[in-house]
């Protein structure tokens, strides 16, 4: 829009200028600019300064095509211009969008915020005692990751993912690391949550007299 703008304000000038010029050859004697030129000019934009060099220089005041012609030219070129404004404007794009813009929310962290049940932020990881702990914690390292606890003899560990990574995608990339055996979300454990117990130790509760 402020292109085309601009453009309608260089073609008025260009049109006025021309009927000034061709008014001042028509009281010299010298070569005129033709009808159809001062016409076609107005009619690609330059319609209104076609008709402020004709009211300015008074200038084809008289010529019909001109009296008539270049008033509906210029009515029709702002009828244009109002539609052009009215329309309504584009969705901006986004497939190019810098890191400092808003993205949309990924299914995966939503599902991590609404979830109570496990920490949206930790993994446990189990390995093979036979691989060692080596390959995991150069994929830890890799990837920004934080080792919080190490559970020794059970051959496990628990870690705070990257910032940058989703629970999913950590999960993903640590089932993919060499001697990983298993890999899962935190549980969180609340007072209030009920005390489960084997069938074994109810059954052994139920002998107790």
Not at 68 to 78: F, S
Request: glycine residues 6%.
């Amino acid at each position: 829009m402020r292109t085309l703008t601009f453009y309608l304000i260089a073609i008025s000038v260009v049109t006025f200028l021309a009927f000034g010029i061709d008014k001042w050859k028509a009281r010299t004697g010298r070569w005129r600019i033709s009808e159809a030129t001062l016409l076609l000019i107005a009619l690609i934009g330059g319609a209104a300064g076609a008709w402020i060099g004709m009211t300015v220089f008074h200038h084809k005041t008289l010529h019909k095509k001109f009296k008539y012609g270049v008033p509906v030219i210029l009515l029709l070129q702002i009828i244009l211009l109002a539609l052009g404004a009215c329309r309504t404007p584009e969705a901006p794009d986004t497939t190019h969008s810098s890191p400092q813009e808003a993205k949309p929310m990924k299914i995966s962290k939503l599902r991590e915020r609404i979830d109570p049940e496990h920490s949206p932020n930790t993994l446990i990881i189990m390995y093979d005692e036979t691989v060692g702990m080596g390959p995991l914690l150069e994929a830890i390292k890799a990837i920004n990751a934080q080792l919080i606890y190490d559970y020794g003899k059970v051959h496990g560990i628990a870690i705070r993912k990257p910032e940058d990574k989703t629970l999913d995608e950590t999960i993903t990339y640590f089932k993919k690391i060499k001697g990983v055996t298993h890999v899962e979300r935190d549980r969180i454990i609340r007072l209030t949550d009920p005390i489960r117990k084997s069938p074994r130790n109810k059954t052994k509760m139920e002998n107790i007299p």
